[in-house]
T-cell receptor
Framework: GAVVSQHPSRVICKSGTSVKIECRSL??????MFWYRQFPKQSLMLMAT?????????EQGVEKDKFLINHASLTLSTLTVTSAHPEDSSFYIC???????????FGPGTRLTVT | GQQLNQSPQSMFIQEGEDVSMNCTSS?????WLWYKQDPGEGPVLLIA?????ELTSNGRLTAQFGITRKDSFLNISASIPSDVGIYFC?????????????FGKGTKLSVKP
């Protein structure tokens, strides 16, 4: 199956700093990438959808200036959490899909802890 | 908005037993996907269903896309300890130019050896 990687797998940062998370599709071209966050014992909540070369579409309630998404190539999307606060601590997961495909393949997730 | 009702929330079963879980919705979906998530990992796709009435198997797993397109079930036969994890159903609809997944709240499966 398709492989999606995320980096880093874990990150601890201080409040007020910014953190960048990378999502890569390793063996296919991802025309669309999705970013989710997941709180403990809860389901995945979609944050934003990004298409290669265009601006991301954010879900209602997600601050686009706080969660910066860049999808500059068909194999890489980045999520930058700016001016992080402890309430941003969560598990962030990306997924990727290719043109015309219905299946989304998920990365292994990034555990962000803001102290 | 669209919601998926997934049940049961959790299951505690003996190794070797069969398992069944399902998702229902008041909305119609074009595609149903079933994922398994291990702690601290991203979800892994188990089965994808594309047509109403479709029954698909993947090893000991069998899933069906309901005729009404509003529900799906996942069965696991002869469970083993490594089946432990959280199973999510997800429905896919097309809004605009791309599809968005709507996730159920998950079924936590525990298997006793």
């Amino acid at each position: 199956g398709a492989v999606v990687s995320q980096h880093p797998s874990r990150v601890i940062c201080k409040s007020g700093t910014s953190v960048k998370i990378e999502c890569r599709s390793l063996d296919f071209q991802a025309t669309t990438m999705f970013w989710y966050r997941q709180f403990p014992k809860q389901s995945l909540m979609l944050m934003a959808t990004s298409n290669e070369g265009s601006k991301a579409t954010y879900e209602q309630g997600v601050e686009k200036d706080k969660f910066l998404i860049n999808h500059a190539s068909l194999t890489l999307s980045t999520l930058t959490v700016t001016s992080a606060h402890p309430e941003d601590s969560s598990f962030y997961i990306c997924s990727a899909t290719s043109l015309g495909a219905d299946e989304q393949y998920f990365g292994p997730g990034t555990r962000l802890t803001v102290t | 908005g669209q919601q998926l009702n997934q049940s049961p929330q959790s299951m505690f079963i003996q190794e070797g037993e069969d398992v069944s879980m399902n998702c229902t919705s008041s909305s119609i979906f074009n595609t149903w996907l079933w994922y398994k998530q291990d702690p601290g990992e991203g979800p892994v796709l188990l089965i994808a269903l594309y047509k109403a009435g479709e029954l698909t198997s993947n090893g000991r797993l069998t899933a069906q896309f309901g005729i009404t397109r509003k529900d799906s079930f996942l069965n696991i036969s002869a469970s083993i300890p490594s089946d432990v994890g959280i199973y999510f159903c997800a429905g896919l609809n097309y809004g605009g130019s791309q599809g968005n997944l709507i996730f159920g709240k998950g079924t936590k499966l525990s298997v006793k050896p």
